[in-house]
């Protein structure tokens, strides 16, 4: 297959960007299972964006890089943070409906980190609000293709191309001489027929999402795994920050809700976070701030609060707000909770911290642009440098959006570059003498074992031992992984298998590399910020 422009995922990252370039050439999506089988539908809090007269940029912009820990790139943060107006507008013009206050203006909810209310939403279904605008959309546009059930296995790259002798002789000096690495598409499995296709493209956006399945207990739906960072690492182009994992303090604790979030916005709100005595305990930790710290700092104080007590859960009590109020402004929640017997207008909400959203990713320029010629990503895949250490809540919607919007305007300066390039002989998808895997525990032991592991060896608080023994324990689970890919016709839950276990190994390596605890990264070895600043300063003095 040919297009212009591939892009991987169809969440607000990947459907914003196709439904922009639609109007300059033509788009393929391909999204492994259903169109809107994505984190973004699954999105309660809303957008943080400056709306507000109470508010501003500069506030904004504040409470990000403070949230960021030190690692937040500036200039990233003032264009992202800067463009989310504009941006919220053009959803609005779609078709999406945001939550209004009876005088018209948008209501603005309140989360941690946040010094001003500025969280716009649609309730608290605010991802499938603009998920199911930006679905209908893209299905309405002929010139977007959206498949359903393709998975990427890996990008097809230039230099890779040249090692098999597929690539011409101008294109081989550009690598050899130049260094320069170009993706030319990807190799995509269509898990209905089970054939690998060969989709080229001019450029190729990568937009997969988070890599929450990496643990055992996460918020993120079942894609979650680390797709796009697994492949664009594979093709040679750096990732960052994986270490910095954020947890979310509040997800429901009951055996059979799986993944369902309690908003922070209830915090917002007011609500209080107990003990099963009915303490409330965030004094302890952040008496300022309370229920609206900083996430790491609420899911460090839960885990600190259930390891010293034995208790499987803390409680959430919002009951002591209006009944009304609660049931209007929190419908799902309110609705999924009563599901489960439990009715958050009378009782508290039996809670644990997951694993809920990667910091880091692919790394990109403040034009998605990534290390590879054609290679683009946004989203919770990339990591521009806007979240740092810890994001701010709220913000990666916000994220998505812009990060698409400045890859669109990228390809706009780039498009004659772009449809000059010459056509390059690609040779299909090559399984030699692969077989079918017979035995599907093959994968569902290590999906288990990859996991638990992460989960207690690499989970809210760490260690440099446990990272140690679990680098130890992943290496020939990995090794196994990559035999398997040799030796077996590959199939959806494998590759997520093989991705997972790259994207687990990156992330300890990453964890074990931070000699300092900062952001969503706590590690008791080194419970301090290492204050980089300090010792640079000191070293310049001493010499
Ligand atoms: C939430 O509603 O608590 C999640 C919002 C976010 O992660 O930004």
Not at 235 to 255: D, I, K, M, W, Y
Not at 321 to 338: A, E, G, H, S, W
Not at 365 to 381: K, Q, R, S, V, Y
Not at 402 to 419: G, I, N
């Amino acid at each position: 297959m040919e297009t212009d422009f591939l892009i991987v995922g169809s969440g607000i990252a990947g459907l914003s960007l196709a439904i922009k370039l639609s109007g300059i050439g033509s788009v393929t999506v391909v999204t492994k299972k259903s169109r809107d089988d994505t984190a973004t539908k699954l999105a309660q809090g809303g957008i943080a964006c400056v709306l507000s007269q109470e508010d501003s940029f500069v506030l904004h912009e504040y409470d990000t890089i403070r949230a960021g820990d030190g690692l937040c790139h500036e200039d990233v943060v003032r264009t992202i943070v800067r463009q989310g107006p504009s941006r919220i507008m053009e959803l609005e013009e779609m078709g999406v409906g945001f939550t209004r206050r009876e005088d018209g203006e948008l209501d603005l909810g309140r989360e941690g980190g946040h010094s001003r209310r500025r969280v716009i939403h649609s309730g608290d279904f605010t991802g499938s609000e603009i998920e199911r605008v930006l679905v209908e959309k893209a299905m309405n546009n002929p010139d977007i293709q959206l498949l359903e059930d393709f998975m990427v296995a890996d990008l097809i790259t230039l230099c890779k191309l040249r090692k098999t002798g597929s690539a011409g002789p101008e294109e081989s000096a550009r690598c050899k001489h130049r260094g320069e690495e170009r993706c030319l598409g990807a190799y995509c499995l269509d898990s209905a027929s089970g054939k690998i296709h060969t989709i080229l493209a001019k450029a190729t956006f990568l937009a997969t999402g988070g890599a929450g399945k990496v643990y055992l207990y996460t918020s993120n739906p079942d894609v979650a795994t680390g797709d796009g960072i697994a492949i664009a690492y594979r093709a040679g182009a750096r990732v960052a920050n994986l270490e910095f994992v954020q947890f979310h303090p509040t997800c429901l604790f009951h055996s059979k809700a799986k993944n369902f979030l309690i908003s922070e916005a209830l915090r917002g709100e007011g609500a209080i976070l107990i003990d099963k005595k009915g303490r409330r305990f965030m004094e302890k930790y952040d008496p300022e701030n309370m229920e609206l710290a900083n996430r790491d700092m609420v899911a460090r104080a839960i885990d600190m609060e259930l390891k010293r007590s034995g208790a499987e859960c803390v409680y959430l009590d919002i009951s002591h707000r209006p009944r009304d109020f609660i049931v209007q402004r929190f419908p799902n929640i309110y609705k999924t909770c009563l599901k489960f017997g439990i009715d958050i207008t009378s009782e508290p909400i039996p809670v644990v911290p997951a694993a809920h959203y990667m910091c880091g990713g692919i790394v990109t320029n403040e034009w998605a642009e990534t290390d590879l010629t054609g290679l683009f990503a946004m989203g919770e895949t990339a990591c521009t440098g806007f979240h740092g250490a810890n994001r701010l809540a709220s913000n990666s919607l916000l994220e998505g959006l812009v990060m698409a919007h400045q890859a669109f305007e990228r390809t706009k300066t780039k498009l004659s570059y772009f449809k000059k390039l010459g056509k390059i002989d690609v040779p299909p998808w090559d399984s030699g003498g692969a077989v079918d895997m017979e035995e599907a525990v093959l994968i569902s032991h290590n999906w288990d074992v990859i996991r638990r592991l992460m989960w207690n060896y690499v989970g809210i608080v760490r260690s440099s031992k446990r990272l140690a023994l679990a680098q130890k324990r992943l290496e020939p689970v990995a090794r196994e992984i990559d035999q398997h890919y040799w030796d077996y016709i590959i199939t959806r839950d494998f590759l997520e298998l093989r991705n997972i276990a790259l994207v687990a190994q990156l992330i300890i390596q990453a964890a074990a590399w931070r000699h300092e605890s900062r952001g969503g990264h706590y590690t008791m070895d080194f419970p301090c910020k290492d204050d980089w600043k300090w010792r640079r300063d000191t070293l310049l003095s001493r010499t």
